[in-house]
């Protein structure tokens, strides 16, 4: 769970984040040394999701099968979509090889039901 360009590359990097749990299979990070977002590639997982400190989903981050970023969902306030700064709506950003993400979007109701046994405490969308 290292750097970006990393791993996919065949280069190591240390580690920044510890694994503090885990909902349907897939790993619940935490960031160490500093380190707040989840990883920009993955070493052994299509995926990894960060909690919110009261145990609330926060962000889960996708990985294509050469280990890098494809999608980010995530539940917070995001004005574009809201209106407001403080409405908490679940979205999606895709990404290239680049790391360039798309505008946020909302989920459609297939992306819901397909991920909503990973939103721990989001209300149902």
Known sequence: MGG????ASGNSAAYSYETVGEIAGVKVLKGINGKHSLPEEAH?????IKLKP???FHEMRIYD????LV???AYH???KL????????????NYDRNFIRTEARLLTKA??????????GVPEQ
């Open 4 to 7: 970006r360009g990393t791993f």
């Open 65 to 68: 099968k050469d280990h890098y």
């Open 44 to 48: 052994s997982s299509w995926a990894y």
């Open 82 to 93: 809201t209106g407001k700064y403080d409405q908490k709506v679940l979205h999606i950003h």
């Open 77 to 79: 306030g995001e004005y």
């Open 71 to 73: 999608k980010e969902i």
């Open 111 to 120: 992306e819901c039901r397909k991920y909503k046994k990973y939103f721990k």
């Open 54 to 56: 009261n145990g609330t």
